[in-house]
């Protein structure tokens, strides 16, 4: 049973990068490229408020409109969806807040806290258990 809980899980992820350029891009941290850090109380974090070292629990957006890399044959990189994902790296629980980030609708899409990766039962509020990430998406197409 463990190992198909592992091998459901590692399709999930397989999937999730497969099906989005959003996680295939060739540079994640550099200026404009769509990614933005917010606190678990959902505030925007400071650029530099990574170095120092001490922050935890974070959440990610990863913007599938604002891709500024082109691919191999220059055309521009969209993705259908953006993603947030709320990285706990405390050992204890961690309540999070969903941050004003574009796309309001959220689908959980992958989620370390259930052994195949599902959604896990309560989502709301965003208590996510120590050492987890949690993968959210909403859809920017019409």
């Given at each position: 049973?463990?190992?198909?809980?592992?091998?459901?899980?590692t399709k999930?992820?397989?999937?999730?990068?497969?099906?989005?350029?959003?996680?295939?891009?060739?540079?994640?941290?550099?200026?404009g490229?769509?990614?933005?850090?917010?606190?678990?109380?959902g505030?925007?974090?400071?650029?530099?408020?990574?170095?120092?070292?001490?922050?935890?629990?974070?959440?990610?957006?990863?913007d599938?409109?604002?891709?500024?890399?082109?691919?191999?044959?220059?055309?521009?990189?969209?993705?259908?969806?953006?993603?947030?994902?709320?990285?706990?790296?405390?050992?204890?629980?961690t309540q999070?807040?969903?941050?004003?980030?574009?796309?309001?609708?959220r689908?959980?899409?992958?989620?370390?806290?259930?052994?195949?990766?599902?959604?896990?039962?309560?989502?709301?509020?965003?208590?996510?258990?120590?050492r987890?990430?949690?993968?959210?998406?909403?859809?920017?197409?019409?």
């Open positions: 049973e463990q190992d198909q809980e592992l091998l459901a899980f999930r992820v397989t999937a999730l990068r497969s099906e989005h350029p959003v996680f295939r891009r060739r540079r994640f941290f550099e200026d490229a769509g990614v933005v850090f917010y606190a678990p109380d505030t925007e974090l400071a650029d530099n408020a990574l170095d120092s070292g001490g922050v935890f629990a974070v959440a990610m957006f990863l599938g409109q604002a891709i500024p890399y082109p691919d191999a044959q220059g055309s521009p990189v969209t993705d259908t969806s953006s993603f947030l994902l709320l990285v706990n790296g405390n050992w204890q629980q999070f807040a969903l941050p004003q980030a574009p796309g309001a609708a689908v959980v899409e992958l989620a370390t806290e259930t052994p195949d990766g599902s959604a896990p039962a309560g989502l709301l509020p965003l208590l996510r258990q120590g987890s990430l949690l993968v959210l998406s909403s859809s920017l197409a019409g």
